[in-house]
């Protein structure tokens, strides 16, 4: 049971990249799935989560209207699109997973049991 997080690399400031969250092991059915970052020198900040039970998601207000959260048909992946980066939005980025038996999605680390590892976002000019 593994999450493999990718997709990340340099963009320069107003451009976009798409991150991904794979599934090894179990399909992403049945659980909500959350993006973090961490920034060098700061502590893990919640981006974003999603809900499987209801497609619902829910964004902290320093990406609000700018970073999407999707995932594919096969419910296996889970996207952060990100979108009018600022240099602000560099760090690197986590995705973790937690099985629910009902919708909503928690912005608490603590929360989530299955982790990928991060993929490092550089905005830069």
């Known amino acids: 049971v593994q999450l493999q997080a990718s997709g990340g690399g340099t963009v320069q400031p107003g451009g976009s990249l798409r991150l991904s969250c794979a599934a090894s092991?179990?399909?992403?059915?049945?659980?909500?799935v959350g993006w973090f970052r961490q920034a060098p020198g700061k502590d893990r900040e919640w981006v974003g989560c999603?809900?499987?039970?209801?497609?619902?998601?829910f964004y902290d207000d320093s990406v609000k209207g700018r970073f999407t959260i999707t995932r594919d048909d096969r419910k296996i992946t889970v996207y952060l699109h990100m979108g009018s980066v600022k240099p602000e939005d560099t760090a690197v980025y986590y995705c973790?997973?937690?099985?629910?038996?009902?919708?909503?999605?928690?912005?608490?680390?603590?929360?989530?049991?299955?982790w990928g590892q991060g993929t490092q976002v550089t905005v830069s000019s």
């Open positions: 092991g179990f399909s992403l059915d049945y659980h909500a």
């Open positions: 999603f809900s499987s039970w209801d497609g619902s998601t």
């Open positions: 973790a997973a937690v099985f629910k038996s009902d919708e909503g999605c928690s912005p608490s680390s603590h929360e989530y049991h299955n």
